[in-house]
Nanobody
């Protein structure tokens, strides 16, 4: 089970940190990604991190503002959101797979989603 948390209301230009915690599963065995879905839109890739943390990629739309990281000792992956914009508003999902990637269909396990609202 993956549990995403940390969403809420944030002002544009502020910061927010999302967490993805695993229970009943060792998250260090999996690459983990964050995706987001705005109302009426498809689920889009945000960022991915490999099992060791040595490989990280972010979507161009968030590069330089959002940072993915992980703490395998805490079985948790984070998404640090700096300088969010109104267009970043969405439900954010974490997902786990055996390798990194930006395609939702490649992911076996999903968290329930956490809503991020950005006020301008």
């Amino acid at each position: 089970q993956l549990q995403a948390s940390g969403g809420g209301l944030v002002q544009a230009g502020g910061s927010l940190r999302l967490s993805c915690a695993a229970s009943g599963r060792t998250l260090s065995s999996y690459a983990v990604s964050w995706f987001r879905q705005a109302p009426g839109k498809e689920r889009d890739f945000v960022a991915t991190i490999s099992q060791s943390g040595g490989i990280r990629h972010a979507a161009d739309s968030v590069k330089g503002r959002f940072t993915i990281s992980r703490d395998n000792a805490k079985n948790t992956v984070y998404l640090q959101m700096n300088s969010p914009k109104p267009e970043d508003m969405a439900v954010y999902y974490c997902a786990a797979a055996r390798k990194t990637g930006d395609t939702p269909s490649a992911y076996d396990y999903w968290g329930q989603g956490t809503l991020v609202t950005v006020s301008s």
